[in-house]
């Protein structure tokens, strides 16, 4: 389980060394900006295993402790790390940004001070690994390609009808721009065509080819989905509160390159 202390300075702390580590990691002009420098760095990293054949590549020394990555050994994706601790015999523990965990509020990845790693994305099934050999650590070290985080978007409004029908707004996470509107019942959500958009200070209006999504600022939070004449209000859920029925249930999204997206 995670450490409770240091919780909020270690927040700040590795985001702060992320950037710095990106910084350095990163390819220079003229390269992918998404990828990241692992290779020269292999020595500062260790790399485990699990029975599912997913690879795990976490930092050998503290400094590094915002550079966690996973994937299939081939291509390797960065984590978000939104919290976690460490301690002066080497154990290290990582919250991690998984919105598919099971009855968790993140995924998390600990690592003991004798090496030993778990895993945490289900509160009922935590997850051994194991350290890969020489031969698997060099090879994917040396050989995989390291992006940065795979998933670029973040919830922005998620509401229901009485009829159990969803609707469901995302965008860019860096820019708050990109709106998309999704809407359907559960597992059967569509991406809508947008005619018109207005997002300012008094809310937003989403204009699609079945109708608009009102959603009003400054009143409580209302909305309603209005087609011709006919206009209905919907009830407003916060997506945070949701993320599994956002990241699973309602069927929008596939893999999001976390550690938690297969349990």
Known sequence: ????????????????????ALAQGTKGPGKDSEVIDVKSQAANFRVYTSEAGKFYVVPAKVDLDGMVFYGDGKT???????????????????????????????????????????????????VTLTP?????????????AFHKPLWKRMSKFLARDDNGVYFFVDVLRDTGKGH???????????????????????????????????????????ASWRKGKKEEKL???????????????????GQLGTICDDE
């Open 76 to 126: 390797m994706h960065q984590q978000r790390i939104i919290g976690g601790g460490s301690s002066g015999d080497g154990s290290m523990d990582f919250a991690i940004w998984a919105p598919r965990a099971v009855n968790l509020q993140q995924g998390s990845l600990t690592i003991a001070a004798d090496g030993g790693a778990v895993v945490q994305c289900n509160r009922e099934h935590p």
């Open 1 to 20: 389980m995670l450490r409770n202390f240091r919780l909020s300075v270690c927040m700040v702390t590795l985001a702060c060394l992320t950037q710095a």
């Open 235 to 253: 009830t407003i859920l916060d997506p945070g509160d949701n993320r599994y029925l956002v990241y699973r249930e309602l069927g929008i999204y």
């Open 132 to 144: 890969a050999t020489p031969g698997e650590s060099q090879r994917v070290l040396t050989k995989a």
């Open 180 to 222: 998309r509107v999704f809407i359907g019942q559960k597992g059967a959500m569509k991406a809508m065509p947008m005619t018109n958009i207005v997002d300012d200070a008094a809310g937003q209006i989403y204009g699609t080819k079945r109708g608009e999504l009102r959603i009003v600022a400054n009143e409580g939070e209302k």
